[in-house]
């Protein structure tokens, strides 16, 4: 009887681990499942483009025409101005540009004025001549600093560009025929374009 009487004292033994005695939470589908789906408005470029096809075609040829208009108005204004800047800056050329020659011949007049004042001072032909050779040599250097040369004549075959025949000189050879034999009037070129023709007399 004592030992049916006897208490177990022993623990009871739970079988498997605690993670199979919970019972297990299933969780049906993600989050992204089972959150609602964001609605997506349209695009700031998608609203322009939809505000462009709502605008009026009229109104729109009106602004381009008004846009071209202004272009237009630009233009001639600034072609007019520069027209007339043109012309200004034209008439100015045309009222100095002799400045430049004349700033060239001012001291050969400075040295024929010296040359008048001293020509009372001697009676020597020679001295004269001198110095009327030296403002010669001087007034043609000048001229030669604007452009300015003497067509030359001397034994040059005749040519109707530059040489104006004024006398047909007979009986000079075969030799002398179609060449320049005298020169009666000297022409001068200008940046090689002539501006007088030297009047000469040629061989026949």
């Known amino acids: 009887m004592k030992e049916e009487e006897k208490i177990n004292t022993e623990e009871p033994v739970v079988s498997g681990s605690p993670a199979d005695t919970e019972e297990e939470t299933v969780v049906s589908g993600s989050s992204a499942d089972t959150e609602e789906e964001a609605v ?6 998608d609203t322009e483009e939809d ?10 040829a009106q602004a381009e025409i008004a846009e071209l208009k202004n272009q237009i108005l630009y233009k001639t204004a600034e072609f007019d101005n520069y027209r007339k800047r043109t012309l200004k800056e034209k008439a100015e050329l045309i009222l100095n540009g002799g400045e430049k020659a004349v700033s060239a011949i001012l001291p050969v007049i400075d040295d024929m004025e010296r040359a008048i004042e001293n020509g009372d001072k001697t009676d020597d032909p020679a001295v004269l001549r001198e110095g009327m050779e030296l403002i ?6 000048a001229l030669e600093g604007l452009g300015v040369k003497k067509i030359e004549t001397e034994d040059a075959d005749f040519n109707t560009d530059m040489h104006e025949a004024v006398a047909m000189v007979p009986g000079m050879g075969d030799d002398k025929k179609g060449k320049v034999i005298d020169c009666l009037q000297a022409g001068y070129q200008l940046n090689d374009k002539v501006i007088r023709h030297a009047k000469v007399a040629v061989g026949q």
């Open 51 to 60: 505000a462009e096809e709502e605008k009026d075609p009229l109104e729109v």
């Open 40 to 45: 997506v408005g349209d695009s700031p470029a």
């Open 136 to 141: 010669y040599h001087k007034f043609m250097k």
